[in-house]
């Protein structure tokens, strides 16, 4: 079974600093990884995914994650937050069929003016 | 084009009520997928419909239950609910070829007194 483990509850940076937000991946498969994120009162929207091309991935609003199997992580990084990027970031896996997405526990990112 | 929409958004139940929640997929989208996301939690899998069936669940019990319609929408149905119950229940569409990216809607707020 495949599973994440999301290392921070919570993240706080300052408007313009860079963003990390760490995730360690458990599959019995080659993964398939996802970011999502949810503003508040709004439902998930996609970020980014890594389906086994290029390891380092590109996403929406300047968000990068890349994909090291090494160390079976996948973490979402950004080189300058924005006040709007304050909101709960997800980090999934899909099994090999992408019938069941597996998310982890969150990480609520806030930006301090 | 409208995007995944659900109803009600919110709704109070007490103890051993029957709730039904409803989903309608983004145009295009054949597979349903329903998540329970607890307060301060990731989203959990409950189950997933493709061409009127389940085609995968989770660990949720039998009081959890589903349906699809022939135009592709759904319904999430629970019996006998619990104070545990209380969750944003998300409902989250795809289309006939994925990538695993899942679109998702906004969510009916369950509260269970």
């Known amino acids: 079974a495949q599973s994440v483990t999301q290392l921070d509850s919570h993240v706080s940076v300052s408007e313009g600093t860079p963003v990390l937000l760490r995730c360690n991946y458990s599959?019995?498969?080659?993964?398939?990884l996802f970011w999502y994120v949810q503003h508040p009162n709004k439902g998930l929207q996609l970020l980014l995914k890594?389906?086994?091309?290029?390891?380092l991935v590109k996403g929406i609003n300047g968000f990068e994650a890349e994909f090291k199997k090494s160390e079976t992580s996948f973490h979402l990084t950004k080189p300058s937050a924005h006040m709007s990027d304050a909101a709960e970031y997800f980090c999934v896996v899909s099994s090999y069929n992408n019938n069941d997405m597996r998310f982890g526990a969150g990480t609520r990112l806030t930006v301090k003016p | 084009d409208a995007g995944v929409t659900q109803s009600p958004t919110h709704l109070i139940k007490t103890r051993g009520q029957q709730v039904t929640l409803r989903c309608s997929p983004k145009?295009?989208?054949?597979?349903v997928s329903w998540y329970q996301q607890a307060l301060g939690q990731g989203p959990q899998f409950i189950f997933q419909?493709?061409?009127?069936?389940?085609?995968q669940r989770g660990n949720f019990p039998d009081r959890f239950s589903g349906h699809q319609f022939p135009n592709y929408s759904s319904e999430l149905n629970v019996n006998a609910l619990l104070l545990g119950d209380s969750a944003l229940y998300l409902c989250a569409s795809s289309p006939p070829v994925t990538s695993g990216e899942l679109f998702f809607g906004e969510g009916s707020r369950l509260t269970v007194l």
């Open positions: 599959s019995s498969y080659s993964p398939s």
């Open positions: 890594y389906t086994s091309a290029a390891t």
């Open positions: 419909y493709y061409e009127e069936e389940e085609r």
């Open positions: 145009s295009g989208h054949d597979t």
